[in-house]
Structure formats: structure tokens, C-alpha cells
């Protein structure tokens, strides 16, 4: 299927299996700090942040796509192992579902004509959710730095309109619901306000959070923010939300893979039971 208006960043890092077929479009994030030579376009070129790839990911890539693709009226992102399932492919129920390196070839990858009208029409893809026993800002706490997200919770504050903060609210001190990997599909239109939101509140946090003691993965902070904001932005923006399960390359057993339905679709209702009685009821 061919879409000369549509293009989805396939973010790749290492030599690896991934789609190369139109609408997809696969870019080196990180080149300017790479050792390796994947022979493909790299995101830096132009106007770029390639050089930051280590701690903004595969927002490196996003940043060259804003700033550089022309007439493009559809614009998504993904991984090199990470598509979204549009063809009920995975386990049903699942957030995601993970499939041998083997099979990448066996799976329909397409985005379908309908799909592609809802998002012209302003409609968001994004990744099926998953939820926690607690909030998003408790999960961050736990998982990276805890002073990082008040950071940004106080630049929220500071610097954006009230239906952001009370989105930032909402999602992160009330929500325990999250659409993971920065994937989406959207529009151009919004992809452009998505961009010009993101980045300049990435910016101000980057001012104020000194990463320089990190390690590797803790420095990947402002990808994992971004996870969270995004979120936030279709959430103040009222989009419609197209979630779709996520198709994983993966070789290595996974933990979801061992659940069957039922079980973990008792998992979610104990999860949002305990977030229930612990999330706070007021702004913070």
C-alpha cells in the first residue's frame, strides 16, 4: 500500500530486523554519537539534536522529523521491534504481544485506508495502555529519579495554561493508565502543536536537572518523560484516541507472555481497585 503523504519514523540504533516498506521510514537516532554505520538516513542532518540521543532516545529522531520532512500530512513513530498491531495479529486482551525475530516477515505491518481517515480527521494512535497498582508519579518515583518528576511538575505549573496542569494532574498524580514507547500516528496539524509543546518544556527541564552523575539508563530521562507527556497532551487537548496493542520483536521471553487472559485481566482489576483508594482527589 502505497502512502506518499504518510510517514512513519522507524527508529533504529544497532544493525537489527526492521520494516523499510512505505509508509515506513527508517532513521539512525543517535548518529552523531554512533559507532556504526546502518546505511540508512541518519537524524543528523539539518536542524537536529542527534548528538542528545542519549538521553532524549528515540525523541531525536522526532526532533529531526519536525524540523526537516516536507509535505508529509500523516507522521507516526516506532521502533525497529516495536509496530502496532492494526490486525488483531497478537494475544487478544493484551497490551502487547511478543513474536521471534523469525517471524518478522509473517506479519502484516500495513496501516489500513481507515485508520488513515480517522487521523487525517484529527483522530491520535497510540499504543495500547497499561495500568498500575499506583499512580504514574509513583511509578516514575519508583523506577527513576523522584526529584525529576516534581521538577517537571513545578515547570508545569510555572509555564502552562490550566487545562494542561490539570491534565498533568490527571494523568500523572491521578492516572495510573499509560501508553507506552512514544509511539503514535497522527496528523501533521497536531504533530506540529504536539512538537512545539514538548520540546520547549523538555528544554526547561533539561535546564534544571543536572544528569551528569546518571547512569546509562537513568540519563534516558527526558525519553521517559516524554512517555508520560504525551499522554498529558492528548489528554488537554481532547483527541481521539485510537489505542492499538503493540506487536514486540523479541527473542527473549517476556512477562506478559506467561499470563493467560483471565489472569491478567484479574491483574487490572486488582491494579485499578488499589489505585482507586490511594490516587488523591485534589491538585496538588
Not at 487521523?119 to 495502555?129: D, F, L, P, Q, R
Not at 485510537?242 to 527473549?252: A, Q, R, S, T
Not at 482489576?269 to 488523591?280: G, T, Y
Request: net charge neutral; proline share 4%; charged share 20%.
Amino acid at each position: 500500500m502505497n502512502h506518499p503523504s504518510c510517514k512513519v519514523l522507524v527508529c533504529c540504533h544497532k544493525p537489527d530486523v526492521f520494516a523499510t516498506q512505505d509508509p515506513f521510514y527508517p532513521i539512525h537516532v543517535g548518529k552523531a554519537i554512533s559507532q556504526v554505520d546502518l546505511g540508512i538516513l541518519g537524524d543528523d542532518t539539518g536542524d537536529n539534536i542527534s548528538s542528545k540521543n542519549g538521553s532524549y532516545c528515540e525523541l531525536t529522531g522526532l526532533y529531526w522529523a519536525w524540523k526537516n520532512l516536507k509535505n508529509v500530512s500523516v507522521i507516526g513513530l516506532c521502533h525497529y521491534r516495536r509496530y502496532f498491531d492494526f490486525y488483531s495479529q497478537g494475544r487478544h486482551g493484551f497490551p502487547y504481544t511478543s513474536f521471534k525475530t523469525s517471524q518478522f516477515q509473517d506479519l502484516k505491518l500495513d496501516i489500513p485506508e481507515s485508520v488513515l481517515e480517522q487521523v487525517n480527521e484529527g483522530a491520535v494512535v497510540m499504543a495500547k495502555s497499561e495500568n498500575f497498582r499506583h499512580s504514574l508519579f509513583q511509578d516514575y518515583c519508583e523506577c527513576h529519579i523522584s526529584d525529576d518528576i516534581r521538577t517537571l511538575n513545578i515547570i508545569v505549573q510555572a509555564t502552562q495554561s490550566q487545562e494542561f496542569k490539570d491534565a498533568f494532574f490527571k494523568v500523572i498524580y491521578q492516572g495510573n493508565h499509560l501508553r507506552h514507547y512514544n509511539m503514535f500516528l497522527m496528523n501533521w496539524e497536531s504533530f506540529d502543536r504536539y512538537c512545539s509543546w514538548l520540546f520547549p518544556l523538555l528544554e526547561e527541564a533539561e535546564k534544571s536537572i543536572d544528569i551528569s552523575h546518571y547512569n546509562p539508563t537513568q540519563k534516558r530521562i527526558f525519553g521517559y518523560m516524554s512517555e508520560r507527556l504525551i499522554n498529558v497532551w492528548v489528554e488537554a487537548t481532547h483527541c481521539k484516541i485510537i489505542e492499538k496493542p503493540v506487536l514486540w520483536f523479541n527473542d527473549k521471553e517476556d512477562r506478559l507472555s506467561q499470563y493467560p487472559l483471565f489472569r491478567y485481566r484479574l491483574r487490572v482489576l486488582v491494579n485499578n481497585i488499589a489505585h482507586f483508594f490511594s490516587k488523591p482527589r485534589n491538585p496538588q
